[in-house]
């Protein structure tokens, strides 16, 4: 079913009032008074802040004699531990609202199938939610593999919570159509197929083969998700039978 687009009360353009437009322009220095900082002072203010700043976070030293010996052998043999369980611990966290996006989406496409306002195939969304939570325990327990403690907010973990908030929000929102919500998880799959392909760089660059080729189960996974969301969001927009998932 193809989005629908209505027209209503928005007045934030400035066409809404040609009168009003005409005697802003005019007496537009008196009424808006020169803004207080030109963009080299509002750069300057970012610089101090910047120098000033702490970092996001940090990493927890290893809290079980595992961990300590997991982290240390690896560190010896010329890896960076931390980086790799920082890394996991934004995957963990991305998976996470990954897994609430899909269950907010599927929310919405119930309401709407019922209304008759859309035609996005739930049984697929389910796979797809459940596919994500399959991923978030695949993660908890490539970091306790390591030794790690998956329930750590690690700084990625941290900044991918932020990132995500604006999506959750688009989901969630109910005024949000099928089209507008299916935007937003297309955003996500794109950084989550990303984020896949980089921990699987990581972990075989740290020799982790297993945890590599477990990875890379879970990014085939996300390849489809991506087509999927993709064409979903492509026919809501533009019309046209959805083929299913490629
Ligand atoms: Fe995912
Ligand atoms: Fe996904």
Same mark, same amino acid.
């Given at each position: 079913?193809?989005?629908?687009?209505?027209?209503?009360?928005?007045?934030?353009?400035?066409?809404?009032?040609?009168?009003?437009?005409?005697?802003?322009?005019?007496? /537009?220095?008196?009424?808006?008074?020169?803004?207080?900082?030109?963009?080299?002072?509002?750069?300057? $203010?970012?610089?101090?802040? $910047?120098?000033?700043? #702490?970092?996001?976070?940090?990493?927890?030293?290893?809290?079980?004699?595992?961990?300590?010996?997991?982290?240390?052998?690896?560190?010896?043999?010329?890896?960076?531990?931390?980086?790799?369980?920082?890394?996991?611990?934004?995957?963990?966290?991305?998976?996470?609202?990954?897994?609430?996006?899909?269950?907010?989406?599927?929310?919405?496409?119930?309401?709407?199938?019922?209304?008759?306002?859309?035609?996005?195939?739930?049984? $697929?969304?389910?796979?797809?939610?459940?596919?994500?939570?399959?991923?978030?325990?695949?993660?908890?327990?490539?970091?306790?593999?390591?030794?790690? #403690?998956?329930?750590?907010?690690?700084?990625?973990?941290?900044?991918?919570?932020?990132?995500?908030?604006?999506?959750?929000?688009?989901?969630?929102?109910?005024?949000?159509?099928?089209?507008?919500?299916?935007?937003?998880?297309? $955003?996500?799959?794109?950084?989550?197929?990303?984020?896949?392909?980089?921990? /699987?760089?990581?972990?075989?660059?740290?020799?982790?083969?297993?945890?590599?080729?477990?990875?890379?189960?879970?990014?085939?996974?996300?390849?489809?998700?991506?087509?999927?969301?993709?064409?979903?969001?492509?026919?809501?927009?533009?019309?046209?039978?959805?083929?299913?998932?490629?």
């Amino acid at each position: 079913m193809k989005e629908q687009v209505s027209t209503g009360m928005n007045r934030t353009g400035v066409q809404m009032s040609p009168f009003d437009t005409a005697a802003l322009e005019r007496d /537009i220095t008196s009424l808006m008074p020169p803004a207080s900082g030109d963009p080299a002072e509002i750069a300057r $203010i970012r610089n101090d802040y $910047i120098a000033d700043a #702490d970092q996001l976070g940090s990493m927890p030293p290893p809290g079980t004699v595992k961990g300590m010996v997991a982290t240390g052998t690896s560190a010896l043999m010329g890896n960076e531990p931390q980086l790799l369980l920082d890394k996991l611990g934004e995957r963990l966290a991305f998976e996470r609202t990954g897994t609430r996006l899909y269950d907010a989406l599927i929310d919405k496409v119930e309401a709407l199938e019922r209304a008759g306002s859309t035609t996005v195939p739930l049984p $697929i969304l389910i796979q797809i939610r459940d596919e994500e939570a399959q991923h978030f325990a695949l993660v908890a327990k490539a970091i306790q593999s390591l030794g790690g #403690d998956p329930t750590v907010q690690t700084p990625c973990a941290d900044l991918a919570g932020i990132e995500s908030a604006g999506l959750l929000q688009a989901v969630t929102d109910p005024r949000t159509t099928a089209a507008q919500a299916l935007h937003a998880v297309l $955003i996500a799959e794109l950084a989550d197929n990303n984020g896949w392909e980089l921990l /699987i760089a990581l972990a075989e660059s740290q020799n982790h083969d297993q945890m590599a080729a477990d990875f890379t189960a879970a990014l085939d996974n996300e390849r489809d998700h991506l087509r999927f969301v993709q064409e979903a969001f492509e026919t809501a927009m533009l019309g046209g039978p959805l083929t299913g998932r490629s």
